[in-house]
């Protein structure tokens, strides 16, 4: 039954349970401030309108020597001023 969804083993579950755990030991962060902010979209070349307050999730954790991290937001991803993401908590 269990190669019917795709599970091959107890090996996959456990990998599957690490997977969900470690989601769920991440916390949440946002773009600090309110109203839009223009930010670099690296994979356009091209700065692109955002707007502030919305979450973000990291995907560097040490800032390039302008001080930006890049992050993900729902539709894309930015490079931020790492001063501009707040950590928000475990939501």
């Known amino acids: 039954m269990m190669n019917d969804v795709g599970l091959s083993s ?6 599957i349970t690490e997977e969900i755990l470690l989601a769920l030991d991440t916390p949440s962060y946002t773009l600090s401030g309110e109203g839009w902010g223009w930010y670099l979209d690296p994979t356009k070349g091209t700065m692109v309108k955002v ?6 999730i990291p995907l ?3 800032p390039d020597e302008h001080g ?5 937001t729902a539709y894309q991803i930015i490079l931020v001023p790492s001063v501009e993401v707040d950590i928000v908590g475990w939501n």
Not at 51 to 56: A, C, L, N, Q, S
């Open 68 to 72: 930006r991290i890049l992050v993900q």
């Open 51 to 56: 707007r502030k307050g919305i979450e973000v």
């Open 60 to 62: 560097e954790e040490v």
């Open 10 to 15: 107890f090996e996959d579950i456990d990998e």
